[in-house]
C-alpha cells in the first residue's frame, strides 16, 4: 500500500471545501494504492461536550470517539467517488480494489485493540499512523484544516512559523501542536512510514503528499 490517509473532522465545517477533497482523493486513487481512515469530526466534538456535561471516562469517551470516526468515515465513503468501506485491517490487506479508495471501518476491531491508549491522547492522528504501519503503508497522510506543523498556532499568530520537516523530538518540545499528544512517541518507537501534514482546502498539496512529491507542508520522519 502506497498511501493510508486520514481526513481531519474539521474540515466538515467546509462542505465545499470537503466535497472538493474528496474527488480529488477519489482521482488520487488512479494513480496511487491507498485507504482512508477517518477523522472524528462533528461527531467526536459531541463525545467531548457530553463528557464535560455529565462526566463519565476517558476510556468510554475513547470507545465513542471510535464509533463517531466511524459515523464520519460513512460520510467519506459518501462523498468520495469509486469508494468501498471495508471492516477489518486484514480486509484492507487483502483486498483487491484497483482504483478504488478504501475506507476504513472498524470500529469493533480498534476498539478490542489493547495497543491503542484509551484516552484522549490517541485520536485519529495516531490511529492513521499505527494502521499505515499494520499495513506497511510508504506514507501517512494527515489532512488538516491548517497547512502544516507550526512553531506558533496559525489560527492564533498573523505570521507563524511552519515546519517543513520535523522529528519527533520537535514535537515533543513544541508541546501542543495539530497532532494528537500520542503521535510523538508513537512515531519514534516504530520504523514505520513517514508522515505529512498538509491542508485539506488545497487538493493538489494533498495529492503530492499521497505520492511522496516534494511539496508545501510538513514531513515528519519515523
Known amino acids: ?59 468510554a469517551a475513547n470507545l465513542m470517539a471510535l464509533l463517531a470516526m466511524h459515523q464520519y468515515g460513512l460520510l467519506l465513503k ?4 469509486n469508494s468501498v468501506g471495508l471492516c477489518s485491517i486484514e480486509e484492507c490487506m487483502r483486498s483487491e480494489v484497483a482504483g478504488r479508495v478504501r475506507v476504513l471501518l472498524s470500529f469493533e ?23 499505515a504501519y499494520l499495513l506497511g503503508a510508504s506514507r501517512v497522510v494527515l489532512v488538516k484544516d491548517v497547512d502544516g506543523v507550526y512553531v506558533e498556532d496559525p489560527k492564533k499568530s498573523s505570521s507563524p512559523t511552519k515546519l517543513y520537516r520535523a522529528t519527533s523530538s520537535k514535537l515533543r518540545e513544541l ?25 485539506g482546502f488545497f487538493p493538489d498539496k494533498v495529492r503530492k503528499a499521497v505520492l511522496g512529491e516534494v511539496g508545501d507542508y510538513t514531513v515528519i520522519e519515523p
Open 1 to 59: 500500500m502506497d498511501a493510508v490517509v486520514k481526513i481531519g473532522g474539521s474540515l466538515a465545517k467546509y462542505p465545499e471545501a470537503l466535497k472538493r477533497l474528496c474527488e480529488k482523493i477519489g482521482a488520487v486513487a488512479r494513480e496511487a494504492d491507498l485507504l482512508v481512515v477517518p477523522g472524528g469530526g462533528p461527531f467526536a466534538d459531541a463525545v467531548r461536550a457530553l463528557q464535560a456535561k455529565i462526566g463519565f471516562s476517558d476510556e
Open 109 to 131: 476491531e480498534l476498539a478490542a485493540d489493547a495497543r491503542l491508549e484509551r484516552s484522549w491522547r490517541v485520536t485519529s492522528d495516531t490511529i492513521a499512523l499505527y494502521v
Open 78 to 81: 459518501e462523498l468520495i467517488p
Open 175 to 199: 508541546g501542543e501542536t495539530c497532532l494528537d499528544e500520542a503521535f510523538a512517541d508513537f512515531i519514534s518507537s516504530q520504523q514505520g512510514p513517514v508522515a505529512y501534514v498538509v491542508s
